[in-house]
């Protein structure tokens, strides 16, 4: 499909909402970062639909229909911009819509990269130049139409492309790896957050859910979510393994079989949790826990030699010293050295099939070119959202798709008179399980990420230009406490007619009761661990003052009350899962217990598409381990 030129008058207009959302903060750049930024959507048709809008505002009657003033936005001024924005905010569902899709992508042009609005909240950026050491990899780019033949093709190179790869190579079979993004390793990780979005996360980080309630957060580079994710490594849970044997009816989950594959893996990518000294937000999220009385424990990750210093803050952009054990740097240099080929910037597009069976992967290479590998076997390892795309793209369905789960994140926020740096500090080093005592195996747990600008400045509520403005020149003394939830509900993958992933996911009423007690609980524990005030990420920034039992009880009542779907608060989704559910029965499932998919033999998958329910726990290592297991059965097949 087309896409329509991007001209001046959507550059004014959106300069003039610029102005108005972030006031003194503003900077000219800022325009030109959001065309860059709304050009990587991954829905063009959302895209297009956004620059009519922008087009009309800079009419007097598309004014008129949406401001309710017959003036050109471009000529009302800042302030009367900003008043336009704070009407959309609280207005019908289309005019929130609006707010929800200009406001972060402005807020995100001015914090992400450096200028007046970053610069006035103390943040250091980069910590230094990326390390002058080589590159070990020397994947392929293709230049021009190619056709390549192996005996696998995987898409995907991150936690399950990655040791799948590895796996088949290393049995003697002839594995190619297409990967969506680039390839980055530690000279090339520049530390600047905006670059990193754009370079190293799908789709720029501009994926949400299709009501624009929850941000999806996922990796696009060589080596997959495992070169920017948070090293968290936990196994998966046995009641989780027991879950979903009895909700798929494969054996492998309770015979031992994953637990032993998830031991495997996790000796292999060195998950200790001796490496975790806690920086300050988790000092902090400890504190709370420990005056409370209430369960906390270290996080194991996937690290070796890790310094557990300020500056590991900034390795969701990349661990300049290696340290973080992704596929980057141990199953993929496997693969390679067994002479795997890996191929980066290669968008799959559709699998090929002949006889009624997988033959190939058709992608789409820079400049649009066309490549085709030829295989016996087709493994897709995309990821919760691009695998499913894959298939349908490839005219499967059945329950492709379906039974999505995000594990939706919010957080309450902790002001605090010492300087908290929220940036800084090991990446994830303490979590705390209490809820689940009380509310079960669908509670969600308490974590912190480290925060910057950028992300920051989208997950603060805006509710004016100068109260976000003023609330992020303190941000040095914020923390968070992370609500990870469980979610029980599910969600659906489509694809539009060009091909491009669609997210339909809604909060159930019972995830969202859980999320009010678990922000509740949160509130406490920061209050516990000395702020001076807690807030919630509501967009209308719900406080109390700790010290008030009363307020604190007011305060989770009214959270609770606001409730949390449907863009009402800050929800973002580190982890996809389950939308290509692995099973016995098609009517229920899209992949067999072999990995194969039931309508398309030929065709397997191995990511955390085939959780049959949430994992309840960051799911790198459960991923790794089905992966593993993957490259077992299919070596034996075709070896």
């Known amino acids: 499909m087309k896409t329509a030129p991007v001209t001046s008058r959507e550059a004014a207009v959106l300069a003039a909402l610029a102005a108005g959302i972030l006031g003194e903060a503003y900077d000219p750049a800022v325009p030109g970062r959001m065309l860059e930024i709304l050009g990587r959507t991954a829905n063009r048709r959302d895209r297009e639909q956004l620059l009519g809008v922008l087009r009309a505002l800079d009419s007097r009657a598309g004014a008129l229909l949406l401001t309710g003033r017959a003036v050109p936005l471009p000529g009302a001024g800042a302030a009367a911009a900003e008043a336009v924005v704070r009407r959309w905010a609280k207005g019908l569902p289309p005019q929130r819509r609006l707010a929800a899709a200009v406001g972060p992508v402005a807020l995100l042009a001015a914090y992400a990269w450096p200028g007046p609005a970053r610069d006035a909240t103390g943040y250091p950026g980069p910590l230094g130049p990326a390390p002058d050491v080589p590159r070990r990899l020397e994947p392929l780019r293709p230049q021009g139409e190619e056709e390549l033949a192996c005996d696998v093709v995987v898409v995907g190179s991150g ?14 079979l002839d594995v190619v790896v297409l990967e969506k993004g680039g390839y ?15 370079d190293l996360y799908l789709y720029a980080m501009t994926l949400t859910t299709d009501d624009l309630g929850c941000r999806i957060i996922a990796g696009s580079t060589l080596g997959g979510g495992t070169v920017v994710n948070y090293s968290t490594s936990f196994v998966t849970p046995p009641a989780v393994l027991a879950e979903w044997a009895e909700v798929s009816g494969v054996e492998a989950f309770a015979s031992g079989e994953l637990a032993d594959a998830g031991a495997a893996v996790a000796a292999r990518v060195g998950v200790t949790e001796g490496q975790s000294r806690p920086g300050v937000r988790d000092q902090l999220l400890e504190r709370g826990l420990a005056r409370l009385g209430w369960h906390a424990g270290p996080l194991p990750r996937n690290v070796r030699g890790c310094p557990q210093d300020a500056g590991c803050g900034w390795c969701g952009f990349g661990c300049r010293v290696g340290a973080k054990q992704s596929t980057l740097v141990t199953y993929l240099e496997e693969a390679a050295a067994a002479g795997a080929r890996l191929v980066v910037g290669a968008d799959a597009r559709r699998v090929l099939t002949a006889g009624g069976r997988a033959i190939g992967v058709e992608a789409r290479t820079g400049g649009g070119h066309r490549l085709v590998v030829r295989a016996q076997a087709v493994v897709a390892a995309a990821g ?3 695998t499913p795309a894959l298939l349908l793209r490839s005219g499967l369905g059945g329950q492709v798709g379906h039974h999505l789960r995000l594990h939706p994140g919010t957080a309450a926020m902790g002001v605090f008179g010492e300087p908290v740096r929220w940036w800084e500090g090991t990446l994830q080093a303490r979590y705390s399980a209490q809820l689940r005592e009380r509310l079960g195996p669908y509670a969600p747990i308490f974590e912190t990420v480290p925060v910057h600008p950028g992300t920051a400045a989208v997950a603060l509520p805006w509710r004016s230009a100068a109260e976000h403005r003023a609330l992020m020149e303190r ?14 509900g599910a969600g659906r993958v489509r694809v539009d007619r060009d091909g491009s992933p669609r997210v339909r996911w809604r909060l159930a009423p019972a995830d969202e009761a859980r999320m009010a007690e678990g922000l509740a609980a949160a509130g406490e524990v920061l209050a516990a661990a000395g702020a001076s005030e807690v807030f919630s990420v509501h967009r209308q920034r719900f406080a109390f003052r700790p010290g008030d039992p009363d307020a604190q009880r007011a305060w989770a009542e009214a959270t609770r009350r606001a409730g949390f779907g449907g863009g009402r608060a800050t929800l973002a989704s580190y982890h996809q899962m389950g939308s290509c559910r692995m099973g016995t029965d098609p009517a229920s499932s899209a992949v067999g217990p072999d990995h194969q998919t039931h309508e398309l033999p030929g065709l397997y998958v191995a990511d955390a598409s085939l959780f049959p329910t949430a994992s309840g726990v960051n799911p790198m290592l459960s991923v790794m381990a089905l992966a593993h297991r993957a490259a077992g059965l299919l070596a034996a097949r075709l070896a």
């Not at 799948?164 to 290393?170: D, E």
Request: hydrophobic content about 45%; aromatic content about 4%; glycine content about 16%.
């Open 159 to 172: 936690a399950g492309g990655g040791v799948v790869a590895a796996g088949l190579a290393r049995a003697g």
């Open 184 to 198: 980055a390793a530690e000279r090339d990780f520049t530390h600047q957050e905006g670059d990193a979005y754009r």
């Open 384 to 386: 919760a959202i691009e």
């Open 475 to 488: 941000s040095a003394n914020l923390s968070l406490v992370g609500v990870l939830c469980r979610d029980s």
